[in-house]
């Protein structure tokens, strides 16, 4: 296992960056960031990947393993692991799919009772709701081929995306030494060895605290699957480990994650009660999930504020849509981590960080 210094030695600079300067990088790099998307993206997927894998390839090769062997064992497990998740998820939509005439029946139940209380309540007849849906429809008729065609070419970028990723993080660990001096000739001579700590530091992070979140699913997705049984919802292994797979996106996942089977449930039971026994066990475990599950499987962690943590995700989300919301995180604790070791960056370091302060290393 990769050893970390237990003192840091921060990175001493005579210039410090002032504000405008940090706004004016951070412009040009989502610049950057936005145009250059389709490359950065799978490149981003697979350098957190590489950080995941590094430490196990290092300990397979200090065993005496060839690099190329250890590195394509350690990729295809990871490519094993990823597809079991893949398999279990689509089993479940499959024979949730199979139920879908039971559901459509009971959604146009739900439908036609909506229609008849506002025909009742609010005096708008059968005729006109149905006179709107068909406008509705229509108006939206041309806007068909064009959704259609983002359609496909969404599923192709992603596509693409999945089979670049697993090449790119080979190629990476394969080629770490020659990045790492790339790295090094950037700074001067006498940095090499804090930029060595930091890249080391960055990565042993990273790998545990990806370690930590790992277990951090799994029982999320059991407690949310388990409670989600209890109170009747169908198919409870598939709603609740997409809820947990989706808690990656902090405070937005959980939201879109429980819209699903709100839904089927006020559909299966027409009750409220279900639907609200959905948010309650999603509560519930969100909370455990905050106070008690998190800091016991992760441990210590990078600390960042909730208003940053929020704007890396709306930004993310903006520049590169769902993958954006998913990167980011772990990039800004990376670069917080950084600016903790950089004097010149304090100004960042301070922005970024939770309000802890922490006596400066000596």
């Known amino acids: 296992m990769i050893q970390i210094p237990k003192t840091p030695v921060p990175i001493h600079s005579n210039r410090k960056f002032?504000?405008?300067?940090?706004?004016?990088?951070?412009?040009?790099?989502?610049?950057?960031?936005?145009?250059?998307?389709?490359?950065?993206?799978?490149?981003?997927?697979s350098l957190l990947i590489s950080f995941i894998l590094y430490p196990i390839c290092k300990w397979m090769e200090k065993k005496g393993i060839n690099r190329s062997i250890a590195i394509l064992l350690s990729v295809f497990t990871v490519l094993i692991l990823f597809g079991a998740i893949i398999y279990l998820?689509?089993?479940?939509?499959?024979?949730?799919?199979?139920?879908?005439?039971?559901?459509?029946?009971?959604?146009?139940?739900?439908?036609?009772?909506?229609?008849?209380?506002?025909?009742?309540?609010?005096?708008?007849?059968i005729e006109r709701q149905q006179a709107f849906f068909r406008n509705s429809f229509s108006n939206s008729g041309s806007q068909t081929i064009s959704f259609l065609r983002s359609t496909v070419f969404s599923f192709s970028e992603s596509i693409f995306i999945f089979l670049i990723i697993p090449v790119f993080s080979a190629l990476i660990l394969f080629h770490r030494q020659i990045l790492a001096n790339i790295l090094y000739q950037i700074f001067p001579l006498e940095k090499k060895v804090i930029i060595h700590e930091i890249l080391v530091e960055t990565i042993h992070a990273y790998y545990n605290f990806i370690k930590g979140m790992l277990l951090v699913y799994l029982i999320v997705g059991i407690l949310n699957s388990i409670g989600l049984a209890i109170?009747?919802?169908p198919h409870p292994f598939l709603f609740g480990f997409i809820a947990s797979i989706l808690t990656f996106?902090?405070?937005?996942?959980?939201?879109?994650?429980?819209?699903?089977?709100i839904t089927i449930a006020w559909i299966t039971f027409?009750?409220?009660?279900?639907?609200?026994?959905?948010?309650?066990?999603?509560?519930?475990?969100?909370?455990?999930?905050?106070?008690i599950i998190?800091?016991?499987?992760?441990?210590?962690?990078?600390?960042?504020?909730?208003?940053?943590?929020?704007?890396?995700?709306?930004?993310?989300?903006?520049?590169?849509?769902?993958?954006?919301?998913?990167?980011?995180?772990?990039?800004?604790?990376?670069?917080?981590?950084?600016?903790?070791?950089?004097?010149?960056?304090?100004?960042?370091?301070?922005?970024?960080?939770?309000?802890?302060?922490?006596?400066?290393?000596?």
């Open 18 to 45: 002032s504000v405008l300067e940090i706004l004016q990088y951070i412009t040009l790099i989502s610049i950057v960031l936005y145009f250059g998307k389709t490359l950065f993206i799978p490149l981003s997927f």
């Open 89 to 125: 998820l689509v089993a479940q939509m499959v024979e949730f799919l199979q139920e879908w005439q039971t559901l459509r029946a009971k959604l146009l139940e739900a439908t036609t009772q909506l229609s008849a209380f506002l025909a009742e309540q609010f005096g708008i007849s």
């Open 231 to 233: 109170i009747g919802i």
């Open 249 to 261: 996106i902090p405070y937005v996942g959980i939201m879109i994650s429980s819209l699903l089977p």
């Open 270 to 291: 027409n009750s409220v009660w279900h639907p609200l026994g959905v948010i309650l066990v999603f509560g519930i475990v969100q909370i455990l999930e905050a106070y």
């Open 294 to 362: 998190f800091p016991f499987a992760v441990g210590s962690r990078l600390k960042i504020n909730t208003l940053v943590i929020i704007v890396m995700v709306i930004a993310g989300g903006i520049l590169w849509g769902a993958a954006g919301m998913i990167l980011f995180i772990p990039f800004i604790s990376i670069v917080k981590l950084i600016a903790d070791r950089t004097e010149s960056l304090k100004i960042l370091s301070l922005l970024l960080g939770d309000g802890s302060l922490k006596k400066p290393p000596s």
